[in-house]
């Protein structure tokens, strides 16, 4: 037997041990391993899977906010010259101008930590340790009322924080 | 009445209001006698046609990448970038000086979240993990490997004509109001072969889709969308994918919002339920009258607009001209394209230009006898589905004028009389 039918009895017992619904390729993906997936699996869900230890409080967020994010989101969190986080809260009740912010738009505080994490400061993107993203995010929610001063934001209590906008959204279907 | 037939020999026949004429007209060639007609006999030229300078030296050297000409530096992307920043915002494709159907890959429109970056390919990697039974790294030099397959598709941000939503017209043209479309050929892999060598673990419903860039931008995708259609796109009408466009490799999920086709594409992960990213929460949902927003709006619905005549584009003396647009659909072909130059009284069926290819811009022409006097100019699409694009007015009484996303209503050009071009409401 050739070389070239061995690989093709070899791919066809593959094919059929499969039930047959490989879709044809060279199979030169090289398995991954959990150490080396870790670094690059950032994304957090809702229900918190992916949050990593650490904790901060909104006093601690604080700091982090004045020394890295306020040239940016205003004093507060109040936006300009980018966007604005705090307050908006009732703006998108019907004949309302719209005022979209973490506090009266995004429904899950853990979306916050997942972008806050890869995506920012802008000029110096995951620079920031996790605790201080933990406290950070803490103050953007204790500035927005949605959580309380005292309150420390962890893998535990983070996705359990309910989003004053948490049931403002619907699916999509066609024709609707 | 009885018909004189011989005042109008050559008069094409009029297809709909204010000059529109029949789509075929041009194909039949009876565009050469009225466009004879319309030209006054001026008087002929009394010198001999020069001999220009180009004609008496040999010309330029080659060059490694060819360059368009210099007397076409305004066919150009116009952009704009959040404050403080450079590369974070858009750029838009000049669609009112361009024709055919492809876009050419340095007038590609662009939204960056934190710029472009500047990736070796050498060390990029695709990750496919999560709800896989084998995670697997695959190299640029390992996907070169794989068979590889084209799709004509067109990417359209979400936020595309979203200026139409605003209470009066923004006095602007195509490319700002529009240009966040574009076309190209995309050339790659098979997501779902690449899927189907990680091995599908049966819960998963959804992936997560980033990008290698200072955004790690992401967004979760239905996997069935993934098993459709879905490309890792490697090349761009061609040629390696641009920096700007995702280089080495981005997702392409023909037909769905710009945004979930994520550039300098590094990980898919598959997971039970969606992630809930920034960009489908915060960004790209529509705000409806009642203050609920809808989520996970993907397809693009059918839309068209007129590339020429458009604003910045003024008038030449009346005559006979041709109307010339875009339309498209991200639920499959265009099956007619209709065009009025009286705000949509009446309607003439625009020639629709081969190839006409699913979630691909198809471009329509329609020939017109501009009197000189007023008229106001528009498009609409229908697509194989039975989808018509709605009036802008149909479309905000039943969605809102909050919604920010997803503007495909009829947009008008208004012409005044002596031949200005403007954005209208009509």
């Known amino acids: ?176 | 009445m009885r018909k004189n037939k011989r005042s109008v020999p050559s008069e094409p026949e009029q297809a709909a209001g204010n000059g529109l004429l029949d789509r075929r007209l041009f194909l039949t060639g009876g565009a050469a006698a009225i466009g004879n007609a319309a030209v006054p006999n001026t008087a002929r030229a009394t010198e001999a046609l020069p001999v220009e300078q180009w004609m008496k030296m040999p010309g330029s050297p080659f060059t490694v990448y060819g360059q368009p000409s210099r007397y076409t530096s305004k066919v150009a992307r116009i952009f704009a970038s959040a404050p403080g920043t450079t590369g974070t915002g858009t750029s838009r494709t000049p669609h009112h000086m361009l024709d055919g159907t492809i876009t050419p890959n340095g007038l590609h429109f662009e939204r960056h979240h934190n710029g472009i970056p500047d990736i070796d390919p050498e060390a990029h990697r695709l990750l496919i993990h999560g709800l896989v039974k084998r995670p697997l790294i695959f190299t640029l030099d390992a996907l070169m490997r794989y068979p590889m397959e084209s799709r004509i598709a067109f990417i359209e941000c979400a936020g595309n004509s979203a200026l139409l939503y605003q209470k009066d017209p923004a006095p602007l043209g195509v490319q700002p109001i529009h240009g966040l479309l574009s076309c190209a050929e995309w050339t790659g892999v098979r997501l779902a072969t690449l899927l189907e060598e990680a091995g599908i673990d049966p819960r998963a419903q959804w992936l997560l889709a980033e990008g290698a860039d200072a955004s790690g931008m992401s967004r979760s995708v239905p996997l069935a969308k993934a098993m459709d259609d879905a490309l890792v796109a490697i090349f761009q009408n061609g040629e390696p994918v641009r920096p700007s466009n995702g280089y080495p490799m981005r997702l392409l999920l023909p037909g769905y919002e710009g945004d979930m086709n994520v550039k300098w594409l590094r990980r898919i992960k598959l997971t039970e339920g969606s992630t809930m990213t920034k960009d489908e929460t915060s960004k790209y949902t529509m705000l409806l009258n009642d203050g609920k927003s809808l989520q996970f709006c993907f397809a693009q619905e059918a839309k068209s607009v007129i590339t020429r005549p458009s604003p910045g584009l003024a008038m030449g003396a009346p005559g006979l001209y041709e109307i010339t647009g875009l339309a498209w659909s991200g639920y499959g072909r265009i099956a007619k394209v209709e065009v009025s130059a009286d705000g949509g009284a009446s309607w003439a069926l625009a020639a629709l230009q081969e190839p006409v290819l699913p979630k691909a811009v198809t471009r329509f022409r329609s020939p017109w006898r501009w009197d000189g006097g007023p008229a106001t100019l528009q498009s609409r699409a229908t697509d194989e589905s039975g989808y018509v694009q709605p009036s802008r007015s149909k479309l905000i009484a039943d969605r809102g004028g909050r919604a920010n996303y997803h503007f495909n209503g009829i947009a008008s050009w208004g012409i005044a009389q002596g031949g200005e071009v403007k954005h209208v409401y009509a």
Request: charged share 20%; hydrophobic share 40%; net charge neutral.
């Open chain 1, 1 to 176: 037997m050739s070389m070239r039918n061995a690989l093709l009895a070899a791919w066809s017992a593959l094919a059929v041990g499969c039930g047959g619904a490989l879709a044809e390729g060279p199979n030169l993906g090289k398995p991954a391993i959990p150490d080396e997936i870790a670094s690059w699996d950032v994304s957090i869900s809702p229900d918190g899977a992916g949050l990593p230890a650490g904790s901060g409080t909104p006093q601690q967020g604080e700091q982090v906010y004045v020394a890295k994010c306020l040239a940016c989101h205003g004093e507060k969190g109040a936006g300009k010259p980018n966007d604005q986080l705090v307050g908006g809260q009732g703006s998108l009740q019907p004949g309302q101008v719209p005022i979209k912010t973490v506090g009266s738009f995004w429904p899950y505080a853990t979306t916050v930590f997942d972008y806050v994490r890869r995506a920012m400061p802008l000029n110096d993107p995951k620079s920031l340790r996790d605790d201080e993203v933990y406290a950070v995010v803490a103050y953007i929610l204790r500035l927005n009322g949605a959580i309380a001063e005292n309150d420390k934001m962890d893998a535990q209590t983070l996705p359990a924080v309910r989003m004053p906008n948490r049931d403002g959204f619907v699916r999509f279907s066609r024709g609707r």
